[in-house]
């Protein structure tokens, strides 16, 4: 499979988990204390940008934060789904490579990737983290996640019906690798946590690393 063959079986993926996925994590936010050491580094009103927000569980949070939100997600029954819990938002239906079509440089403050980065193969996910610096303000913040590992495969997704047949595609990066690829960035917080159990993809979890960065000044 081509890069875009890889993401276009991820697209397909969401779309088929799309229901149920909405029904048991539409609102529920897990990590709250990841997500506040975050808050820390934003200025009030802050524009994010969620890059794979799904059925808009982070849009209900940082709403009622008083931040200015915006979700791209490429499935577009997720967003209908979270049209249907929360009611309409801004809302892009693309591809995570094409961020660039939708905004101009130094026009976002925040961009938020939180298990979204580890579905992009290793070139498409070069060019997505410029394409971030780029759009990013004058000292903008990134909050992402990855998967920790060192290769690339096909997982079990545990809400599709094809259980156990291996089919939602995953980057598994090492930290130097991760390092290396925001090296435009300073990490200003980093943490790690295995996920594990029924709803977490993969047979025996994962191992994730969590890290908040600001933009370097060229």
Do not use: W
């Not at 081509?2 to 029904?23: G, P, T």
């Not at 969620?50 to 939100?69: E, I, Q």
């Not at 290396?180 to 191992?207: C, M, R």
Request: hydrophobic content about 35%; glycine content about 6%.
């Amino acid at each position: 499979m081509d890069s875009l063959e890889k993401r276009n079986s991820v697209m397909k993926d969401y779309d088929l988990i799309a229901k149920q996925y909405s029904e048991e994590f539409g609102t529920y936010i897990e990590d709250l204390d990841i997500y506040k050491e975050y808050e820390k580094y934003l200025t009030p009103g802050s524009t994010i940008l969620d890059l794979g927000a799904g059925s808009g569980r982070t849009y209900a949070y940082f709403n009622k934060k008083g931040y200015k939100y915006i979700a791209l997600d490429f499935s577009e029954k997720m967003k209908e789904y979270a049209y249907k819990i929360h009611g309409e938002f801004p809302y892009i239906v693309d591809d995570i490579v094409n961020i660039k079509d939708h905004f101009e440089n130094d026009s976002i403050d925040s961009v938020f990737a939180i298990y979204s980065l580890f579905h992009l193969p290793l070139d498409d996910l070069k060019n997505t983290i410029k394409n971030i610096y780029d759009i990013l303000k004058e000292d903008g913040v990134l909050f992402l996640s990855f998967a920790l590992g060192n290769k690339e495969e096909f997982v079990d997704e545990p809400y599709l019906e094809e259980n156990g047949r291996n089919v939602l595609y995953m980057n598994y990066l090492t930290k130097n690798e991760i390092y290396e690829l925001i090296k435009n960035f300073d990490i200003i917080y980093e943490t790690e946590k295995h996920e594990s159990g029924d709803n977490v993809i993969g047979e025996d979890g994962n191992d994730a690393i969590y890290i908040i960065s600001r933009k370097k000044q060229k």
